[in-house]
């Protein structure tokens, strides 16, 4: 090989590697978003009073409600994405806009359904005591402390 096609191809290599960097990080950051995407609210906040066994078991039925609700979060997402396109065009179409705003509530009221729905039934197996911890889970506000003193 000659020291001109090493050198290009050494270029090439790194330009590929950072390419590569870049995607996986890019990758990792749009998991991250799309996850928040349908988080539980105060409902997954609720489950913070549990006991440590019964809190895992909710955090798993939520996320397995989550995964169930993804076709709702495709529906919410696009409907987001058509309602600020709309507010990027030059002339506003506010009937337009109303209709995407109105698709994107459904999908989160949908979302909130399906999620209180199965916390629901999670705490229909719970025993009295925990029933009333996720309770006041339930009525405590996520900026104050929890009763063990935790944020």
């Known amino acids: 090989m000659s020291p001109r096609t090493l050198k290009i191809a050494c270029a090439l290599s790194v ?3 950072i390419f590569l960097i870049a995607a996986v990080v890019g990758g990792a950051a749009w998991l991250r978003a799309s996850h928040q995407t349908a988080s539980a ?3 997954r906040l609720a489950g913070a009073e549990l006991p440590s066994p019964q809190r895992r078991a909710f955090r798993m039925a939520l996320r397995e409600a989550r995964r169930a609700m993804h076709p709702v979060v495709v529906v919410r997402m696009q409907a987001r994405r058509d309602a600020a396109a709309l507010l ?3 002339v506003l179409d506010q ?3 109303s209709i995407a705003l109105a698709r994107a509530r459904a999908a989160d009221m949908a979302m909130r359904e399906g999620l209180e729905a199965r916390a629901v039934s999670f705490a229909a197996t719970l025993p009295p005591a925990d029933r009333a ?3 006041d889970g339930l009525l405590r506000r996520p900026d104050t402390e929890r009763a063990d003193g935790k944020r």
Request: net charge positive.
């Open 15 to 17: 330009l590929l590697n």
């Open 41 to 43: 609210g105060s409902i």
């Open 88 to 90: 990027r065009a030059p």
């Open 95 to 97: 009937a337009a806009l």
């Open 133 to 135: 911890r996720l309770a």
